[in-house]
């Protein structure tokens, strides 16, 4: 019940093209959904997240959407750049001030000019 | 937001030895978390480290291996001890604010001979 499942494991893009990651949830406690960037060497950062009282959040050229009653939510990268490629991790945790958050198990985007 | 310093960056150690991880804040938290991260693998939640109170530690770690310490609400440390090739590994200490939002230190890069 606390699965995050994300997919694809890997992914290459085109310059200038959209990276889509998919995850999945099985908990309907969950109502916090951070996507988190990292790139080699380094720590997660967070960069950009969303509550279910929204179906999309955009922030530049990230966007997430969000399907509640599918229990789905997905990054989208627009006019991808080679300087997006890292891994990405979606997570999900439930209500209250510091819960723990659960993580998927992360999609390695290339993008390739 | 919150800036987070991990120390050391990387250490290679020997078989059976020890090695305390530390994880400076540059506000004052309420909790902090230990992740373990495996090359190209997703995090896993090693404890949670609430100051003034005992550590939780998630299934599969127990304290005599990870011993924990969290003397104020701007510092932790994490012990990994009597140390086998098995631990080689990314350690990663994240804060968690209000809201469930976490932020990462750039993580201690493990090696055991």
């Known amino acids: 019940q606390q699965q995050v499942k994300q997919s694809p494991q890997s992914l290459i893009v085109q310059k200038g093209g959209i990276s889509i990651i998919n995850c999945a949830y099985e908990?309907?406690?969950?109502?916090?959904f951070p996507w988190y960037q990292q790139f080699p060497g380094k720590g997660p950062a967070l960069l950009i997240a969303?509550?279910?009282?929204?179906s999309e959040k955009k922030e530049g050229r990230f966007t997430i959407s969000f399907n509640k009653s599918a229990k789905q939510f997905s990054l989208h990268i627009m006019d991808s750049q080679p300087g997006d490629s890292a891994t990405y991790f979606c997570?999900?945790?439930?209500?209250?001030?510091?819960?723990?958050?659960?993580f998927g198990t992360g999609t390695k985007l290339q993008v390739i000019p | 937001s919150a800036v987070i310093s991990q120390k050391p960056s990387r250490d290679i150690c020997q078989r059976g030895t020890s090695l305390t991880i530390q994880c400076q804040v540059d506000s004052q938290v309420t909790m902090m978390f230990w992740y373990r991260q495996q090359p190209g693998q997703s995090l896993t939640l090693i404890a949670t480290?609430?100051?003034?109170?005992?550590?939780?530690?998630e299934s599969g770690f127990v304290i005599d291996k990870f011993p924990i310490s969290r003397p104020n609400l701007t510092f932790s440390t994490l012990t990994v001890s009597n140390m086998s090739p098995e631990d080689s590994s990314i350690y990663l200490c994240?804060?968690?604010?209000?809201?469930?939002?976490?932020?990462f230190g750039a993580g201690t890069r493990l090696s055991v001979l």
């Open positions: 969303i509550r279910p009282d929204v």
């Open positions: 994240s804060v968690g604010l209000v809201g469930n939002i976490q932020y």
């Open positions: 997570a999900a945790s439930p209500p209250g001030g510091y819960q723990k958050v659960t």
């Open positions: 908990n309907t406690a969950f109502d916090y």
């Open positions: 480290a609430n100051q003034g109170s005992e550590a939780t530690y």
